[in-house]
Nanobody, 128 residues
Framework: QVQLVESGGGLVQAGGSLRLSCAAS????????MGWFRQAPGKEREFVAA????????YYADSVKGRFTISRDNAKNTVYLQMNSLKPEDTAVYYC?????????????????????WGPGTQVTVSS
């Protein structure tokens, strides 16, 4: 069993930055692929970014490409999402997810069904 806990959310003005963290329990974090998803009020959950077990393959949604960066520190069992140039449309609850399959495919990375464990989420609000 893996437990994920997100942190770093909050209220920020448009154009600002936030860094989300997701701390994972367990000894096998380094073998998992990790992803970030978000869900805005009244909308479906959507893919944001993903990283494979090694950190060598990264995937981003077109809406965040060039503004967000996903990274991981396997020594700290933590995955990060650096969010820059935030826009009001980035407002959502952000969820961290872990996939026991450490590798990612282009389709799998963005599919919620690829992931086995989910965190409770952290709220990000971007004011205009």
């Amino acid at each position: 069993q893996v437990q994920l806990v997100e942190s770093g959310g909050g209220l920020v003005q448009a154009g600002g930055s936030l860094r989300l963290s997701c701390a994972a329990s367990g000894r096998t974090f380094s073998s998992y692929a990790m992803g970030w998803f978000r869900q805005a009020p009244g909308k479906e959950r959507e893919f944001v970014a993903a990283i494979d077990w090694s950190g060598g393959r990264l995937y981003y949604a077109d809406s965040v490409k060039g503004r967000f960066t996903i990274s991981r520190d396997n020594a700290k069992n933590t995955v990060y999402l650096q969010m820059n140039s935030l826009k009001p449309e980035d407002t959502a609850v952000y969820y961290c997810a872990a996939a026991t399959r450490g590798t990612l495919t282009v389709v799998g990375a963005s599919s919620g069904r690829w992931y086995n464990y989910w965190g409770p989420g952290t709220q990000v609000t971007v004011s205009s």
